[in-house]
């Protein structure tokens, strides 16, 4: 690209740097500010002298963090639930998007799958008629009400349909003839090939299992099983249920604040440990599935 | 080619994610029935009276739905409306910048609030628009009075279209950058020669470039119009603010399932599901007009 070195050129480049920056900078000082609370003393943070760094540096909070048992406790029950997760989604996520991104051609019910694929999701009963189903089964209380509901991903299988779409025809012919049957076409040929893909879907799988708060509050009733997110929101309540405006200042000068943000720190580490590797797949999986051609 | 065994191993595959499906998405279905039922729970779904439209017709009489549906549908179309703009002015923005590794560290940045829950986001959130809080401390700076965001009902609207956008502009670009990626360099080239200035190649080669992505995005998100984010709304609002900021799923939560009126619960979610499907089915064809493109 030929650049103008014209002033109002550098004046407009100028222009576009300073917005982006501000537009990066609103993204990053919030969370910066998260955790420079975290490391200030209480009386700093809560007389809001904190901005991107510590004010009176200290360590009490997360200190106090360790002797907190209820909170190791969600926090485990949120790790266990990422592992089930996983362990049920992404199989459940490979063997329903396989056979629906045959063509009707080659799997003759493909059609019918696909319908009631379509059917599930765009349509649902709605939050109360799913919460009386896991009720009936007596699985409230369990992490599996947490887990079976959306057991198979809908979105994700769409988009992992798209991408076994995507893989050449030529492939799966060649294995065809030398007898290989679909088991073995799926696991040799079309896993490999969409693995990028895979790596997405299973890295929004962890996110979503690791946000998700509100299942927790539906279906779980008592708070010492509380995964973490419900835990964490379970802190916020306190302001959401004021009801004058002047309790609501109050309770902004007398809440733990800094033990609060060094919470939401400590729960958001395991997301920042796996965020180099959700950026690295997530851009081919949105673009891949959302832009076929 | 159509194989028979292979027709087996098909069914084989589907059969432990349609028996999830079945039980977790269609049974719960037959419950929509609740909506036409005064339902007690104690009577069960198949023992309790039949009362036709009635809860529907009193859903149109209480003055809370006139507010939760309108609350939705402002909020909502604010959202997609802020979201579309501001997400494609910014993936314009960053496709001049010419610095890669700049560009990189940019991208890293303004993806990261995409992959916070609303949880962890909406204690930022109060804690920068609280009373004494940073954005506060700013106005003072200015000269303004301190303003209550969060307990406001002039504010709080414009705070969570503000905040939802905050949260999804970085992601919602990548969709776009991907696009401007795909638009031949040699009609810039082209344009350079001719002399057309920054502004002129981005009005006739940019935008025509990602005129399809916008046009499906902006299909795609038809059926959000009820949809005004449950797990932001939830998560922020308080009893000061529910004349602003109550929504359908909100009401559905808290009276539906929390207050146990279950057969209202259902019809206003039913409401709601059918309203949506219908969006979503019109989008797709419009998708298909505009653009080719078969969303399903």
């Given at each position: 690209?030929?650049?103008?070195?014209?002033?109002?050129?550098?004046?407009?480049?100028i222009?576009?740097?300073?917005?982006?920056?501000?537009?990066?900078?609103?993204?990053?000082?919030?969370?910066?500010?998260?955790?420079?609370?975290?490391?200030?003393?209480?009386?700093?943070?809560?007389?809001?002298?904190?901005?991107?760094?510590?004010?009176?540096?200290?360590?009490?909070?997360?200190?106090?963090?360790?002797?907190?048992?209820?909170?190791?406790?969600?926090?485990?029950?949120?790790?266990?639930?990422?592992?089930?997760?996983?362990?049920?989604n992404?199989?459940?996520?490979?063997?329903?998007a396989?056979?629906?991104?045959?063509?009707?051609?080659?799997?003759?019910?493909?059609?019918?799958?696909?319908?009631?694929?379509?059917?599930?999701m765009?349509?649902?009963?709605?939050?109360?008629?799913?919460?009386?189903?896991v009720?009936?089964?007596?699985?409230v209380?369990?992490?599996?009400?947490?887990?079976?509901?959306?057991?198979?991903?809908?979105?994700?299988?769409?988009?992992?349909?798209?991408?076994?779409?995507?893989?050449?025809?030529?492939?799966?012919?060649?294995?065809?003839?030398?007898?290989?049957?679909?088991?073995?076409?799926?696991?040799?040929?079309?896993?490999?090939?969409?693995?990028?893909?895979?790596a997405?879907?299973?890295?929004?799988?962890?996110?979503?299992?690791?946000?998700?708060?509100?299942?927790?509050?539906?279906?779980?009733?008592?708070?010492?099983?509380?995964?973490?997110?419900?835990?964490?929101?379970?802190?916020?309540?306190?302001?959401?249920?004021?009801?004058?405006?002047?309790?609501?200042?109050?309770?902004?000068?007398t809440?733990?604040?800094?033990?609060?943000?060094?919470?939401?720190?400590?729960?958001?580490?395991?997301?920042?440990?796996?965020?180099?590797?959700?950026?690295?797949?997530?851009?081919?999986?949105?673009?891949?599935?959302?832009?076929?051609? | 080619?159509?194989?028979?065994?292979?027709?087996?191993?098909?069914?084989?595959?589907?059969?432990?994610?349609m028996?999830?499906?079945?039980?977790?998405?269609?049974?719960?279905?037959?419950g929509?029935?609740?909506?036409?039922?005064?339902?007690?729970?104690?009577?069960?779904?198949?023992?309790?009276?039949?009362?036709?439209?009635?809860?529907?017709?009193?859903?149109?009489?209480?003055?809370?739905?006139?507010?939760?549906?309108l609350?939705?549908?402002v909020?909502?179309?604010?959202?997609?409306?802020?979201?579309?703009?501001?997400?494609?002015?910014?993936a314009?923005?960053?496709?001049?910048?010419?610095?890669?590794?700049?560009?990189?560290?940019?991208?890293?940045?303004?993806?990261?609030?995409?992959?916070?829950?609303?949880?962890?986001?909406?204690?930022?959130?109060?804690?920068?628009?609280?009373?004494?809080?940073?954005?506060?401390?700013?106005?003072?700076?200015?000269?303004?009075?301190?303003i209550?965001?969060?307990?406001?009902?002039?504010?709080?609207?414009p705070?969570?279209?503000?905040?939802?956008?905050?949260k999804?502009?970085?992601?919602?670009?990548?969709?776009?950058?991907?696009?401007?990626?795909?638009?031949?360099?040699?009609?810039?080239?082209?344009?350079?020669?001719?002399?057309?200035?920054?502004?002129?190649?981005?009005?006739?080669?940019?935008?025509?470039?990602?005129?399809?992505?916008?046009?499906?995005?902006?299909?795609?998100?038809?059926?959000?119009?009820?949809?005004?984010?449950?797990?932001q709304?939830?998560?922020?609002?308080?009893?000061?603010?529910?004349?602003?900021?109550?929504?359908?799923?909100?009401?559905?939560?808290?009276?539906?399932?929390?207050?146990?009126?279950?057969?209202?619960?259902?019809?206003?979610?039913?409401?709601?599901?059918?309203?949506?499907?219908?969006?979503?089915?019109?989008?797709?064809?419009?998708?298909?007009?505009?653009?080719?493109?078969?969303?399903?």
């Amino acid at each position: 690209m030929v650049h103008n070195k014209s002033l109002s050129g550098i004046l407009a480049d100028i222009l576009i740097w300073v917005i982006i920056l501000l537009m990066t900078l609103s993204c990053l000082l919030p969370l910066l500010n998260m955790i420079a609370v975290s490391f200030s003393d209480n009386a700093s943070a809560t007389a809001n002298l904190v901005g991107i760094f510590p004010v009176n540096f200290t360590l009490s909070s997360y200190q106090a963090i360790i002797n907190e048992m209820q909170f190791w406790r969600s926090f485990m029950i949120s790790v266990l639930r990422v592992l089930l997760g996983l362990s049920i989604n992404i199989p459940l996520l490979i063997l329903t998007a396989y056979p629906i991104s045959k063509s009707p051609k080659v799997f003759g019910a493909q059609k019918v799958y696909m319908r009631l694929v379509l059917f599930a999701m765009l349509f649902s009963g709605g939050l109360i008629p799913v919460f009386m189903v896991v009720n009936n089964l007596n699985l409230v209380n369990t992490i599996w009400a947490l887990i079976l509901p959306g057991a198979v991903p809908l979105g994700n299988v769409i988009l992992l349909m798209n991408a076994f779409r995507g893989v050449p025809k030529t492939l799966e012919e060649a294995s065809q003839i030398d007898g290989a049957n679909q088991w073995q076409i799926l696991f040799r040929i079309f896993l490999p090939v969409v693995k990028p893909t895979l790596a997405a879907v299973a890295l929004f799988t962890i996110v979503s299992h690791w946000n998700d708060y509100f299942s927790a509050l539906v279906y779980i009733t008592k708070t010492a099983n509380y995964p973490l997110q419900t835990y964490i929101q379970q802190l916020n309540v306190d302001i959401t249920q004021v009801t004058n405006p002047e309790k609501l200042k109050e309770l902004a000068l007398t809440s733990s604040k800094t033990l609060n943000s060094a919470k939401i720190v400590v729960s958001v580490v395991p997301l920042m440990i796996i965020y180099p590797f959700l950026q690295r797949y997530f851009v081919a999986g949105i673009v891949v599935g959302s832009l076929k051609e | 080619m159509k194989r028979k065994k292979d027709q087996w191993a098909f069914h084989l595959m589907m059969t432990p994610g349609m028996i999830l499906l079945l039980i977790f998405s269609f049974v719960p279905m037959i419950g929509i029935i609740m909506a036409f039922q005064n339902y007690v729970p104690a009577k069960g779904i198949f023992g309790s009276n039949w009362v036709g439209l009635a809860n529907f017709k009193f859903m149109l009489q209480i003055p809370d739905s006139k507010r939760i549906f309108l609350n939705t549908i402002v909020i909502a179309v604010w959202k997609i409306i802020a979201n579309t703009i501001v997400t494609i002015f910014f993936a314009l923005l960053l496709n001049e910048i010419r610095v890669r590794r700049a560009k990189k560290i940019i991208q890293t940045i303004v993806y990261l609030p995409n992959f916070l829950s609303w949880v962890v986001l909406a204690t930022v959130i109060s804690n920068l628009f609280s009373y004494g809080g940073s954005i506060n401390s700013f106005l003072q700076f200015l000269g303004l009075q301190p303003i209550l965001f969060m307990a406001s009902n002039t504010w709080f609207r414009p705070l969570l279209i503000i905040t939802d956008v905050w949260k999804g502009f970085g992601y919602g670009a990548i969709i776009y950058l991907a696009a401007l990626t795909g638009i031949d360099p040699g009609l810039y080239e082209a344009a350079s020669i001719e002399g057309a200035g920054r502004i002129k190649k981005m009005i006739h080669i940019t935008i025509p470039g990602i005129l399809p992505t916008i046009m499906l995005i902006t299909a795609m998100n038809l059926p959000n119009i009820l949809n005004a984010g449950f797990d932001q709304v939830f998560n922020l609002y308080n009893p000061l603010v529910m004349e602003t900021a109550d929504i359908i799923d909100t009401y559905v939560y808290r009276v539906g399932l929390l207050g146990r009126q279950y057969s209202l619960g259902t019809a206003v979610g039913l409401l709601k599901s059918v309203v949506g499907i219908t969006l979503m089915l019109l989008a797709n064809k419009l998708a298909q007009v505009l653009t080719d493109y078969r969303i399903f």
